[in-house]
């Protein structure tokens, strides 16, 4: 295949995948737009909340990550039974997962106390914890499916339920947290409730399409049985995968736990900010699940040049991608903070101030954080998961949070300090993760006859 063609196949495949993640992304940003304009108190409150239930539902969500390239493989060598075997055992894990982190979600309030938060906004985010905390069961369910759907190169759907999940949140945001439409006003109760109403739905979909559409199958038939042998396969791969996803996830947690040290507005603004940088990280998030789709075909025809060649090829579009974004980030900082606030918020000011110093942060981080998810993607798709797993922890955890508190706190730069230690992790975790792909893995897959 040429590269005209890689790009092509790249694009069909993930602008779905790109389309379905930036829609994930509307769920949230919905309620970080109407929380803003119910209350900065409220913002806050989601914004540490949020944080607190990602990083659960992430390392949680490696099961689901770990799906894809099994049944992307196993689909490349037209092994049907275990595309079956491994989804299946990739929902066993999630809901046995979701039903050990509950008690993490319920009692939240004394741990957010520890972590030195604000006691009456870890009040209001643990409340929404405990009712948004539900809908982990059907979300995991929803991301090994939709997993396995992508593998199979029906993304298609998985873009269109999505869109449909963010439409029943929008209006059920707007009914509850206002009090529209003869709803009581729950406010940020009212946001948690919307969340689980729309994982339940994202979940009717998902299981429908694949029970009516792929019974060959029959994911739910003798669903109670083990199946001892790909349960640790998928284990095998997706505590590693989960753990990679939990060390770049917390360093963005205990970045919003550091902003909350410095006020409520800081970490309000530092909301706005991650929700935009958040959402142009969609795109590169959706190639990067490309990326690992097709790294598993190429495995499973054992084929290298067709895998360098659109590795080449998806790095490339994604530096493309960044590159807009900076320009994006650095002309445009004000009008687009300016979407999350009232016209007539007393603090606006001080927002768009701290807001637009940390965006400028977030384009240089575009390039790394870009190329990081990508070599990601590339090495998931080769089922290499266990070195990227250090790699990542060095990068996020001995790099990026200690960067973050140095600066931020001991040379007085406050939030744009913190996010500086954000952009060397990142920049640390590309380096290694690109030498790990294109020095190592790549040299795992046979040259084709």
Same mark, same amino acid.
């Given at each position: 295949?040429?590269?005209?063609?890689?790009?092509?196949?790249?694009?069909?495949?993930?602008?779905?995948?790109?389309?379905?993640?930036?829609?994930?992304?509307?769920?949230?940003?919905?309620?970080?737009?109407?929380?803003?304009?119910?209350?900065?108190?409220?913002?806050? &409150?989601?914004?540490?909340?949020?944080?607190?239930?990602?990083?659960?539902?992430?390392?949680?969500?490696?099961?689901?990550?770990?799906?894809?390239?099994?049944?992307?493989?196993?689909?490349?060598?037209? +092994?049907?039974?275990?595309?079956?075997?491994?989804?299946?055992?990739?929902?066993?894990?999630?809901?046995?997962?979701?039903?050990?982190?509950?008690?993490?979600?319920?009692?939240?309030?004394?741990?957010?106390?520890?972590? +030195?938060?604000?006691?009456?906004?870890?009040?209001?985010?643990?409340?929404?914890?405990?009712?948004?905390?539900?809908?982990?069961?059907?979300?995991?369910?929803?991301?090994?499916?939709?997993?396995?759907?992508?593998?199979?190169?029906?993304?298609?759907?998985?873009?269109?339920?999505?869109?449909?999940?963010?439409?029943?949140?929008?209006?059920?945001?707007?009914?509850?947290?206002?009090?529209?439409?003869?709803?009581?006003?729950?406010?940020?109760?009212?946001?948690?409730?919307?969340?689980?109403?729309? %994982?339940?739905?994202?979940?009717?979909?998902?299981?429908?399409?694949?029970?009516?559409?792929?019974?060959?199958?029959?994911?739910?038939?003798?669903?109670?049985?083990? +199946?001892?042998?790909?349960?640790?396969?998928?284990?095998?791969?997706?505590?590693?995968?989960?753990?990679?996803?939990?060390?770049?996830?917390?360093?963005?947690?205990?970045?919003?736990?550091?902003?909350?040290?410095?006020?409520?507005?800081?970490?309000?603004?530092?909301?706005?900010?991650?929700?935009?940088?958040? &959402? =142009?990280?969609?795109?590169?998030?959706?190639?990067?699940? &490309?990326?690992?789709?097709?790294?598993?075909?190429?495995?499973?025809?054992?084929?290298?040049?067709?895998?360098?060649?659109?590795?080449?090829?998806? =790095?490339?579009?994604?530096?493309?991608?960044?590159?807009? =974004?900076?320009?994006?980030?650095?002309?445009?900082?004000?009008?687009?903070?300016?979407?999350?606030?009232?016209?007539?918020?007393? %603090?606006?000011?001080?927002?768009?101030?701290?807001?637009?110093?940390?965006?400028?942060?977030?384009?240089?981080?575009?390039?790394? +954080?870009?190329?990081?998810?990508?070599?990601?993607?590339?090495?998931?798709?080769?089922?290499?998961?266990?070195?990227?797993?250090?790699?990542?922890?060095?990068?996020?955890?001995?790099?990026?949070?200690?960067?973050?508190?140095?600066?931020?706190?001991?040379?007085?730069?406050?939030?744009?300090?913190?996010?500086?230690?954000?952009?060397?992790?990142?920049?640390?975790?590309?380096?290694?993760?690109?030498?790990?792909?294109?020095?190592?893995?790549?040299?795992?897959?046979?040259?084709?006859?």
């Amino acid at each position: 295949m040429t590269y005209r063609g890689h790009f092509r196949a790249i694009a069909v495949l993930g602008l779905p995948l790109v389309g379905g993640h930036l829609a994930q992304f509307a769920i949230g940003l919905t309620d970080t737009i109407m929380l803003g304009w119910y209350g900065v108190e409220a913002l806050a &409150a989601v914004t540490l909340a949020s944080s607190y239930y990602f990083v659960l539902f992430l390392f949680g969500a490696g099961f689901g990550w770990a799906v894809m390239p099994i049944v992307a493989t196993a689909a490349a060598e037209e +092994d049907e039974t275990s595309i079956r075997r491994s989804t299946r055992m990739g929902l066993w894990l999630s809901l046995i997962y979701a039903a050990l982190m509950m008690p993490l979600l319920w009692w939240s309030y004394p741990i957010l106390i520890a972590l +030195d938060q604000d006691p009456d906004v870890a009040r209001t985010a643990s409340q929404y914890l405990r009712v948004a905390g539900w809908g982990l069961f059907p979300a995991l369910i929803v991301m090994v499916l939709k997993s396995y759907l992508a593998a199979l190169e029906r993304t298609q759907i998985v873009l269109w339920i999505t869109v449909t999940a963010a439409v029943v949140n929008g209006l059920t945001n707007y009914a509850l947290i206002f009090g529209n439409w003869g709803a009581p006003e729950m406010g940020v109760i009212g946001a948690a409730v919307a969340s689980v109403v729309t %994982q339940i739905v994202s979940l009717v979909f998902v299981v429908i399409y694949a029970v009516r559409v792929l019974p060959e199958h029959s994911l739910f038939q003798r669903f109670w049985r083990p +199946d001892w042998e790909f349960f640790f396969s998928v284990l095998r791969l997706g505590v590693p995968i989960g753990l990679t996803t939990l060390a770049e996830v917390s360093l963005f947690a205990m970045s919003a736990i550091m902003m909350g040290w410095l006020g409520q507005v800081p970490l309000a603004a530092h909301g706005i900010a991650l929700n935009l940088a958040s &959402a =142009t990280f969609m795109v590169h998030l959706g190639l990067s699940n &490309a990326a690992t789709i097709r790294a598993g075909n190429a495995l499973g025809r054992k084929d290298r040049a067709h895998l360098e060649k659109g590795a080449i090829a998806v =790095t490339g579009m994604s530096l493309v991608m960044s590159v807009l =974004t900076v320009i994006l980030f650095l002309t445009c900082a004000e009008p687009l903070i300016s979407l999350f606030m009232e016209t007539d918020d007393p %603090q606006r000011g001080e927002i768009l101030l701290i807001g637009t110093g940390l965006l400028a942060m977030a384009a240089l981080f575009q390039l790394v +954080d870009g190329a990081q998810v990508i070599a990601l993607g590339l090495l998931r798709g080769l089922q290499d998961a266990k070195v990227p797993m250090v790699m990542a922890g060095l990068s996020y955890w001995v790099v990026g949070i200690p960067a973050s508190y140095y600066f931020g706190f001991v040379r007085g730069m406050d939030g744009i300090g913190v996010w500086l230690g954000l952009v060397l992790g990142l920049a640390c975790a590309a380096v290694l993760l690109m030498a790990r792909f294109w020095m190592r893995s790549v040299r795992s897959v046979p040259v084709a006859a």
